[in-house]
């Protein structure tokens, strides 16, 4: 199986422009979360869809938004992008069917800057 | 509020010795916890959860409820264990991971 793939890789934008990632996952998984990374903040959790609705929310501004498709795909978008949003990007994929054995899939992520 | 604690930041440990990775959690309910690794230049993967109760690369991980921590342990380090490891906590039925710090492990020949 192809595993889960994010683009584009890199991207550099400037202080007050808005951003689209995506997320393609794993063929069969239906649930697709976000994270972000960040030396000060580490992990943290985005938010997560599921069957084209967002399921789970983690605290993060209502600047960051997503979406996801009826297969399965999903962009994230991060609008008035701030210094503070440069960070990798990380999606993770799993069949979203809620059971204890359920695995998340990351991909490689998106490294964003802003200058 | 529901937390994931990793204390070291970086475990430095010689070929050969034992290492152990410190992981507490705070939750009042029934914990679902992971251990996930990060090689140089690979994608974070899972290592193991605790509910499988199984071994992994020679890694365990025992949930003790009373102390609220799910410690990794190795007896032997090698080489290729060199990574970031993180503790991960899941709380829900859904996708929704909180991860710890991280700690680096460095082992050295």
């Known amino acids: 199986k192809a595993g889960v793939t994010q683009t584009p890789r890199y991207l550099i934008k400037t202080r007050g422009q808005q951003v689209t990632l995506s997320c393609s996952p794993i063929s069969g998984h239906r649930s697709v979360s976000w994270y972000q990374q960040t030396p000060g903040q580490g992990l943290q959790f985005l938010f997560e869809y599921f069957s084209e609705t967002q399921r789970n929310k983690g605290n993060f501004p209502g600047r960051f938004s997503g979406r996801q498709f009826s297969n399965s795909r999903s962009e994230m978008n991060v609008s008035t992008l701030e210094l503070g949003d440069s960070a990798l990007y990380l999606c993770?994929?799993?069949?979203?069917?809620?059971?204890?054995?359920?695995?998340?899939?990351f991909g490689p992520g998106t490294r964003l800057t802003v200058l | 509020a529901q937390r994931v604690t990793q204390p070291e930041k970086l475990l430095s440990v010689f070929k050969g010795a034992p290492v152990e990775l410190k992981c507490n959690y705070s939750y009042s309910g029934s914990p679902e916890l992971f251990w996930y690794v990060q090689y140089s230049r690979q994608r974070l993967q899972l290592l193991l959860r605790?509910?499988s109760r199984e071994s992994i690369k020679g890694f365990t991980a025992d949930l003790n409820k009373g102390e609220t921590s799910f410690h990794l342990k190795k007896p032997f380090a090698q080489e290729e264990d060199s990574a970031m490891y993180y503790c991960?906590?899941?709380?829900?039925?859904?996708?929704?991971?909180?991860f710890g710090a991280g700690t680096q492990v460095v082992v050295t020949p």
């Open positions: 991960a906590l899941r709380t829900d039925s859904w996708g929704k991971l909180q």
């Open positions: 605790h509910i």
């Open positions: 993770a994929s799993s069949s979203g069917a809620g059971a204890t054995t359920d695995t998340q899939y």
